[in-house]
């Protein structure tokens, strides 16, 4: 894949990391940085993670093959459709969000002919924030899930997975609703159980704390704006894998209560062979 | 602290870990490790974390100046009980046990004349196991608790806090029963968690977790047997603290269903305050 302009809104770790990969990899002649705030722009232009900065999302739609939006999930479809009206025809979008099929609820059937929007979410990021977290190897080997509908273009899809691979990452494809239903489980449900724990940390229990609270709770230290959208999009499949843990946790004080050893080290063993399985 | 006979009695992650510390401080002329396993003990023994092997406790207590227990907590006050029967007067004993009450309970007022038990547990460790996963530096500027008792000899519990000092850990002395009502919040509610959302997982979205959930479960890849041991000792308090965290998950519950933005932003911003302070 080689571009001639690609436009990046929301220049934060993952837009940041995003411009910086595909300045390295050689992916796009220039790279266009879209942002609310001039800091950002400014730490993301130092950064080599774009080569030009604008606040203005329509100025950098007009001349872009490729605009992808890594802003919080809740003004994506909003920031989708303000490009698309005034893009060329045959440009591509797409989205870096955490929850997919909100976004593209709000999208499919609403882009002028010509435009596509597939969206993705590449499994990567951490509880930092910012341009000056941008790490250009950070998407080397990770898995992005791309989200295609009935609605989507089959040579727009395929563009959008060799612009994923072309930046270091394995792709697989997946139903919006399956990819929501599974990342409430695998990423939404630990940051409600991370803030649920750090949240009843008494202060002064805090130097009793060691790694292993420390490595538990460390997602609670995302951004609460960005987090409470990805809830609130995703709130019903949130509610039913938080049913599951609730359940998975009753076991274990069913078990507590009646101190049934055999019990205990079945649930520990259980869970133990799980995470031995996902590695470090 | 300078001691002619030190015996580490189980010789794993902590025991190996106190050993190779004992022994690049030049602590202990000599560091005896009991184990009940001779693999454990060569590989003990090949780490330098200890200078005479022995399978009988017995043979070693005879010898010592002290001994530190770093075996599963149901297995402390029965082996301390066991050596002091046949300690020489004025030998000093202390553990590295993650509970503490209930191994004092069992322990006060039942060793002879001249043999004094001080709890300890220093707040180090990891998931993994064993003297091949021991680091002379493990306690360095980490803390430790020590918790004596109404019934603890004040010379005994002075010598044990210079102990864990010169293996250089931070100390702070603490009532056991408020030792184990704090760390079953801070330690013991963290690991019932991981492995509740480890335990939930099932096998194809493996792949579709990222950092967060393998931060969060991490701990869960702990050993069964050791943590089953630890819920049951201190299960009162665990029940309290996992109350107090499912009370706090349904708080998130109640916002989720209500799509309650404002409430869901204050649980999250008042978690990621608390885990900010605790820093990485």
New interface residues.
């Given amino acids: 894949m080689r571009l001639h302009t690609l436009t990046i809104v929301g220049v934060g770790l993952i837009g940041g990391s995003i411009g910086q990969a595909v300045k390295r990899r050689g992916l796009a002649a220039r790279v266009l940085g879209i942002g609310r705030h001039q800091a950002s722009l400014d730490a993301a232009l130092g950064r080599g993670a774009i080569d030009e900065a604008h606040l203005d999302l329509e100025i950098a739609a007009r001349q872009s093959e490729l605009i992808i939006f890594c802003t919080p999930v809740d003004a994506i479809a909003n920031q989708v459709l303000a490009a698309a009206a005034v893009c060329p025809p045959g440009t591509l979008l797409t989205d870096a969000g955490s929850t997919k099929a909100a976004i593209l609820r709000a999208v499919d059937g609403r882009l002028p002919g010509g435009i596509a929007f597939v969206g993705s979410h590449p499994?990567?990021?951490?509880e930092k924030r910012g341009p000056q977290h941008a790490d250009p190897n950070l998407f080397e080997g990770?898995?992005t899930?791309v989200t295609p509908t009935a609605a989507t273009d089959p040579a727009a899809l395929e563009r959008i997975i060799q612009l994923w691979k072309s930046l270091g990452s394995r792709v697989?494809v997946m139903d919006p609703d399956d990819h929501d239903q599974?990342?409430a489980?695998?990423?939404h449900?630990?940051?409600?159980?991370?803030?649920?724990?750090?949240?009843?940390?008494?202060?002064d229990?805090?130097?009793?704390?060691?790694?292993?609270?420390?490595?538990?709770?460390?997602?609670?230290?995302?951004?609460?704006?960005i987090?409470?959208s990805i809830?609130?999009q995703n709130?019903e499949a949130?509610?039913s894998a938080?049913g599951?843990?609730?359940h998975?946790?009753a076991?274990?004080?069913k078990a507590?209560?009646s101190?049934d050893?055999a019990a205990?080290?079945q649930?520990?063993?259980?869970?133990?062979q799980?995470?031995?399985?996902?590695g470090?």
Wanted: charged residues 20%; glycine residues 4%.
């Fill in positions: 499994l990567a990021g951490s990770r898995l899930l697989r599974a990342l489980l695998t990423s449900l630990p940051h409600l159980v991370a803030s649920a724990m750090a949240g009843i940390l008494p202060p229990f805090r130097e009793l704390t060691a790694s292993g609270f420390r490595d538990c709770t460390r997602i609670a230290a995302g951004d609460a704006r987090w409470t809830f609130i709130r949130v509610l938080l599951l843990f609730t998975r946790l076991d274990f004080q507590l209560e101190a050893q205990l080290a649930l520990w063993s259980q869970a133990k799980v995470r031995d399985a996902l470090s």
